[in-house]
């Protein structure tokens, strides 16, 4: 039963990890001002990544008629709900990874980690890390479809 809120539940979790993140920065801030637009810009960015992200998810399975969260694991690649959570999740790993190989992304989040670190990560390590993540992120996700992990449970 509680599945049900599990996107709301999430949205909860980012908006206070969102405040936790605000409150750890403050030092950082104090301590050197030029860090303030960064710490903004984060906090910005975790807010509106905290309720966006599961409310076109939680949209999503609604349209798609899914009960649970798990429909993105869903081989119904003929309901356009399941194609558009795989569409938007490989649009948002390849935007991913040209932020921060080909933009701005690593100079940025080496400089956000001097929020929380006394030594800021390095862009190499930050490309690194990201990219690891992304792949195993998609290493889960195919595993995950090829398994039929989920419950293929449409509402009809």
């Given at each position: 039963?509680?599945?049900?809120?599990?996107?709301?539940?999430?949205?909860?979790?980012?908006?206070?990890?969102?405040?936790?993140?605000?409150?750890?920065?403050?030092?950082?801030?104090?301590?050197?001002?030029?860090?303030?637009?960064?710490?903004?810009?984060?906090?910005?960015?975790?807010?509106?990544?905290?309720?966006?992200?599961?409310?076109?998810?939680?949209?999503?399975?609604?349209?798609?008629?899914?009960?649970?969260?798990?429909f993105?694991?869903?081989?119904?690649?003929?309901?356009?709900?399941?194609?558009?959570?795989?569409?938007?999740?490989?649009?948002?790993?390849f935007?991913?990874?040209?932020?921060?190989?080909?933009?701005?992304?690593?100079?940025?989040?080496?400089?956000?980690?001097?929020?929380?670190?006394?030594?800021?990560?390095?862009?190499?390590?930050?490309?690194?890390?990201?990219?690891?993540?992304?792949?195993?992120?998609?290493?889960?996700?195919?595993?995950?479809?090829?398994?039929?992990?989920?419950?293929n449970?449409?509402?009809?």
């Amino acid at each position: 039963m509680l599945i049900r809120y599990f996107w709301a539940v999430c949205a909860v979790w980012g908006v206070v990890m969102t405040v936790v993140i605000r409150l750890r920065a403050r030092p950082a801030v104090v301590a050197d001002p030029s860090l303030k637009p960064y710490a903004d810009g984060l906090v910005r960015t975790f807010m509106i990544l905290s309720i966006a992200a599961p409310g076109l998810m939680a949209s999503l399975q609604h349209l798609g008629g899914f009960r649970d969260p798990f429909f993105i694991y869903s081989r119904e690649f003929t309901n356009p709900a399941v194609l558009a959570t795989v569409i938007i999740q490989v649009a948002g790993w390849f935007g991913l990874l040209w932020w921060v190989w080909l933009g701005q992304g690593a100079q940025t989040i080496s400089v956000c980690s001097r929020l929380f670190r006394s030594q800021p990560l390095r862009p190499p390590i930050i490309r690194l890390l990201v990219t690891f993540m992304v792949s195993a992120s998609a290493v889960s996700r195919v595993i995950g479809i090829a398994r039929g992990v989920g419950p293929n449970t449409v509402a009809r």
